[in-house]
């Protein structure tokens, strides 16, 4: 399993080979509450780092999430539509929201290490 | 006055708690030369005999529909409403209570919201329901916009049968909203070709039937070349009672159904407030603008209600809401639902059929008038009719007769060549002797 | 002899409350069905006779398919919504604290006026010859609102709050594009602390919206907006008195400023409620506010509605006011309906918000409001709702928080969730609570710029006794909370019709209506 990085804005990707698999951190769905409703991205669409890639909603809150690399979506979990649960109870495995094939690996650069984003919880 | 229990005593005594000598003090951020040093020029208060008396002395000066053969419709319709209806929306739990934010003390509200979205849904045959708009104008403004962001289009098609202050409020919206609107030309004789306007930049067509000159228009062929073209057909109805006798435009293939409500436990109220209806297929719930009632359970698995998919809405979307709209039609919404338990589904054919005999009736007998042609081939409770001369004049005429004949084509379209066209609505208040009555008048006077 | 119809009459300590009764009724509170269990679609609650045999008129139209609309005998609809209104708080069930919404005493006499058939029972398309009594009514209230507000005129059409802001707005666009400036005068400024509906409005008409940063003392800082507004700038969406309660004190800079800049000032009337007949909009700078007449002047919430929504228009906007609107004539007064008939008169209407000409039922609970009070009256009610509010401040300072220190408020108090910090306490708990004392819970977590809030507005129509025993109430709760009394709290409400409603099942698996249980489906078919 390839290693992860995480945006600001708290979106994590896991690269293997050219593809990039993308969802929301733990500390964001705690934030959110309870999720009920996700809007994956289209399968096909061209998405840019940083332009908004799908919507997760709890209750009373509604987000969101944007493409932390640009590229292609080669495919989306359309299974959290009908169980949007998973993305509470396994944000960073089950309950990804799409994969991405990478237009520019130097993207990557930017974004945060583990360590680096452990640390930055730490400051919120 | 009578409305505030505070006494000069418990004022001084706050104002003192407070820590302030003058009520002044706590209104200090005013800016001193902005803070009225004067009561301003207005009457004083009054006890409630007096405003009785000056408040009654104006509805004096209008003539109430019951006091006068009427027949007067086109967008809003003088029906029967029993009297349990009133009693029942004056209990101060639904009438004094805020919109159900808390569901634990706001299950009254949120029952009926939900009993109230099930009978829309059966009514109009489609799968959901919101819990109501403003109004039937106000929905269909709505349901432009929603139709524009599920097909990603922004183009309305408008059938020239549409009421045209429906019209209005889509054109002003879709302006102000930057969408394009196409217009057809009022269509008195339901002849217009809407399928030839639709290709495939059209977001949806807004057909309404029975349309404002009282005709049934045809909604399937159209709901066929709509899904065709990529587009969705936008059924609209303004008198609600029709849908007791008429096919339904959900099985007409409608993809969103707006209407107004007010036929059903409300009164004429001079044109507000009504209610507006709203319904549409499952896959759009999430485009879908207004409040929503949702079941559920609480903490112990009862069944309960509460509000539900507001991410949807404003305070929760801001700038990107389905809708500004935060107030749904409470009262009139549930008007609406104790009328239509009343009816129930026997209750509501019934009645229907009544509406529509009674404007049977009425055309027969103005058919056999020189100088007036019967518009309709097929209608509802409201029919057009062409006569020799002015339908405004000829309306104002028989009000000093007291007789309400309709509403002059030319109040709704002025300028458009349809100044001796009068719609004329009969439903079940109309009396022989009301039909009668505006016969020979029309005789009498043309 | 001896009677022997004598029998105990002082109560036996008997069971526990916990007691489960046979039907799951707990006496008053009683568990009602839905009418689609209890009804059915052979029973009507309304006798029609049916109509003598004719032919009918309405093509291959006729409805064919069963609708399945259950009805109910009269007795039975009776029972059943009077059984529902039980389960409901309002205003004249308890004090009802709710922030920015403004739940005051809504007066019968209202009720009664509006139900004169002179206002109940007129068309909207009658003869305006037979409706001059109802065009005075609308002229007369619209001249109470431009005197109390001091503005120019009043678009009395939009049907709420919402409503009457995107007419205010789109004032405001023809006015910009009147003067030539609609493609590059896009920009609407909207304080952090605005209400959604703000943004909302603002974005459905295409305008884009910067957001505005509360400074310390929750008000707008005059500063920050003449550095936002420019050439670009199409208006500031300002509600003032603010939702932290606070008068906006530098309001007229920020008028000011805006119009430098060559945009509008919106205010969002919401909050009028505190300022009616202390001051005048008109004079603080403003072009467009709308006013809720059923926040500020007592027309009922009815459960969500309906609302009704005036704007009032400043001289720069009031030409661009939609139809209809009246005017004064030899011979009436006249409803002017169309843009042809408006552009004779040296109108330019921006178009049309509604069917027909408003809320009329709404415009008559008003004035009866209004002529009841007088100038005077209304005055001060603005003054005791202020005061109401800050009884209640001086009552909780020492134990709750204030985002903004202890200082004057006006209509409504804000507390955040600061001193409930290590409690496990949240303030949805807090207002859970309430419920059980016998209150409707204030306004939770909004507006959005303080963490946790709770907007608490009392109004005018409570009594000095009524505050007492309240801010009592919210003292031993908070005290509760303090001391680590969660259970109290974290289970709350334990006495209400319903326990805690999960809102998660609601959202994520929505179930919007009634359908038939499955074997009266299979037996249907």
């Known amino acids: ?124 | 006055m009578r409305y505030l229990p505070l006494s000069t005593d418990d004022r001084s005594a706050m104002m003192a708690r407070v820590g302030v000598d003058h009520i002044d003090r706590l209104f200090a951020d005013i800016p001193h030369d902005k803070l009225l040093d004067h009561v301003l020029p207005l009457p004083l208060a009054k006890g409630e005999l007096e405003v009785e008396r000056l408040l009654a002395k104006m509805a004096a000066r209008n003539v109430p529909a019951s006091s006068v053969p009427f027949f007067v419709g086109a967008g809003a319709y003088k029906h029967h409403v029993p009297a349990t209806v009133d009693h029942l929306i004056q209990r101060s739990e639904f009438l004094t209570s805020y919109t159900p934010y808390q569901p634990e003390i706001a299950q009254g509200t949120l029952h009926y919201l939900f009993e109230f979205q099930t009978q829309v849904a059966a009514l109009t045959g489609m799968d959901v329901a919101n819990a109501s708009m403003y109004d039937g104008s106000t929905a269909t403004g709505e349901a432009v916009l929603m139709a524009h962001r599920i097909t990603k289009r922004n183009k309305a098609v408008l059938s020239g049968g549409l009421h045209p202050h429906y019209g209005d409020v889509v054109r002003t919206l879709s302006h102000m909203a930057k969408a394009d609107v196409v217009t057809m030309t009022p269509d008195l004789h339901a002849k217009e070709n809407l399928i030839a306007a639709i290709d495939d930049t059209v977001s949806c067509v807004v057909v309404q039937s029975p349309d404002v000159f009282g005709t049934l228009r045809d909604l399937k062929p159209i709901a066929d070349a709509c899904h065709a073209k990529g587009a969705l057909l936008i059924a609209v109805f303004t008198e609600v009672v029709s849908l007791g006798l008429v096919a339904s435009p959900g099985e007409q293939g409608a993809d969103i159904v707006v209407g107004e409500g007010q036929s059903i436990g409300n009164g004429l109220m001079f044109g507000g407030p009504y209610v507006g209806l709203f319904a549409t297929k499952t896959q759009y719930i999430r485009n879908m603008p207004g409040r929503l009632c949702g079941e559920t359970v609480d903490a112990e698995g009862k069944r309960g209600f509460v509000l539900t998919l507001s991410t949807r809405e404003q305070h929760i979307r801001r700038e990107k809401a389905t809708s500004n709209i935060c107030t749904n039609s409470g009262l009139c919404t549930l008007a609406f639902t104790i009328h239509m338990t009343l009816l129930g589904e026997k209750g509501l054919r019934a009645l229907a059929d009544v509406n529509h005999a009674n404007a049977v009736a009425l055309a027969d007998q103005l058919a056999a008038l020189p100088h007036v042609e019967v518009i309709n081939e097929q209608f509802f409770n409201e029919i057009a009719i062409r006569i020799k001369g002015d339908a405004t004049k000829l309306v104002d005429r028989l009000a000093h007769h007291g007789i309400m004949a309709g509403v002059p084509a030319a109040r709704l379209f002025p300028h458009q060549g349809l100044d001796d066209v009068l719609i004329i609505a009969n439903t079940e208040i109309n009396t022989a002797d009301d039909r009668a009555a505006l016969v020979a008048a029309l005789k009498e006077v043309m | 002899m001896l009677n022997r119809q004598g029998r105990p009459t002082t109560p036996q300590s008997g069971a526990s409350d916990t007691h489960e009764t046979f039907t799951g009724n707990k006496a008053l509170q009683q568990i009602e069905p839905l009418i689609f269990e209890i009804g059915s679609t052979d029973q009507t609650g309304v006798d029609i006779d049916p109509p003598a045999a004719y032919r009918k008129r309405l093509g291959t139209f006729e409805r064919k398919a069963a609708m399945g609309l259950p009805g109910l005998s009269e007795p039975e609809t009776m029972r059943h919504y009077v059984r529902l209104s039980q389960k409901n708080y309002g205003i004249d069930s308890g004090l009802f604290p709710l922030g920015s919404c403004t739940m005051k005493h809504n007066p019968r006499l209202n009720e009664k006026m509006a139900r004169l058939p002179g206002f109940a029972d007129v068309h909207p398309l009658q003869p305006q010859s037979t409706v001059q009594g109802a065009l005075e009514l609308m002229d007369t209230l619209a001249h109470w609102l431009v005197t109390l507000t001091g503005m120019d005129a009043v678009a009395m059409s939009p049907k709420a709050g919402a409503h009457g802001e995107l007419c205010g707005l789109m004032a405001i666009k023809a006015a910009i594009a009147a003067r030539g400036e609609a493609d590059t005068r896009k920009v609407v400024l909207v304080p952090d602390s605005a209400h959604g509906t703000n943004p909302a409005t603002a974005a459905l008409i295409h305008f884009d919206v910067r957001s505005v940063p509360v400074r310390e003392d929750g008000t707008v800082d005059p500063k920050v907006v003449a550095a936002l507004a420019g050439p670009d700038t199409a208006a500031i969406m300002l509600t003032n008195p603010n939702t932290c309660g606070l008068f906006e004190k530098d309001v007229v800079a920020i008028a000011e400023a805006v119009h430098k800049a060559g945009g509008y000032f919106y205010a969002d009337g919401a909050n009028f409620n505190a300022i009616v007949g202390k001051a005048r909009p008109g004079d603080l700078g403003v072009d467009a506010m709308h006013i809720n007449l059923h926040k500020t002047f007592s027309t009922p919430h009815g459960g969500g509605g309906p609302g009704s929504g005036p704007v009032v228009l400043s001289e720069r906007l009031a030409p661009f006011a939609p139809v209809p609107f009246i005017r004064k004539t030899e011979e009436g007064l006249q409803l002017v309906e169309d843009d042809a008939e408006a552009t004779k008169h040296g109108a330019h209407p921006f178009g049309r918000m509604t069917a027909f000409h408003g809320q009329m039922g709404m415009y008559v609970r008003a004035l009866s409001y209004m002529l009841s009070h007088g100038a005077d009256g209304l005055k001060q009610a603005s003054e005791d709702a202020v005061l109401n509010a800050n009884y209640i401040r001086v009552g909780l300072a020492d134990l709750m928080s204030l985002p903004f220190g202890n200082k004057p408020c006006m209509h409504e108090v804000l507390f955040d969730d600061a001193w409930l910090k290590e409690t496990g306490i949240s303030t949805l708990d807090f207002a859970k609570a309430m419920i059980d004392e016998g209150y409707h819970p204030m306004t939770v977590y909004f507006p959005l710029v303080v963490h946790g809030a709770m907007l608490i507005e009392p109004t005018e129509s409570e009594s000095r006794a009524s505050l007492d025993l309240f801010i009592a109430t919210l003292r031993d709760l908070a005290m509760a909370a303090k001391r680590g009394d969660t259970a109290r709290f974290t289970g709350a409400p334990y006495h209400a019709p319903l326990r805690r409603l999960d809102e998660t099942r609601a959202a994520r698996s929505p179930v919007l209506k009634w359908t038939p249980p499955q074997p009266i489906l299979e037996a249907a078919e």
């Open chain 1, 1 to 124: 399993m390839g290693a992860m990085k995480f945006t600001k804005d708290h979106e994590y990707v896991r690269v293997e080979g050219d593809v990039a698999t993308f969802g929301i951190t733990d500390y964001a769905q705690g934030q959110l509450g309870d999720v009920v409703f996700v809007e994956v991205p289209k399968v096909g669409a061209s998405l840019k780092q940083g332009a908004e890639a799908a919507v997760v909603e709890s209750v009373k809150a509604a987000s969101e999430v944007y493409a932390p690399v640009s590229g292609e979506v080669v495919e989306s979990n359309s299974a959290l539509e009908a169980s949007p649960a998973t993305v509470n109870e396994d944000p960073e495995g089950q309950g990804w929201f799409g994969k991405i094939r990478l237009t520019n690996t130097s993207e990557l650069d930017a974004l945060m290490s583990e360590a680096d984003y452990k640390a930055y919880l730490s400051t919120l």
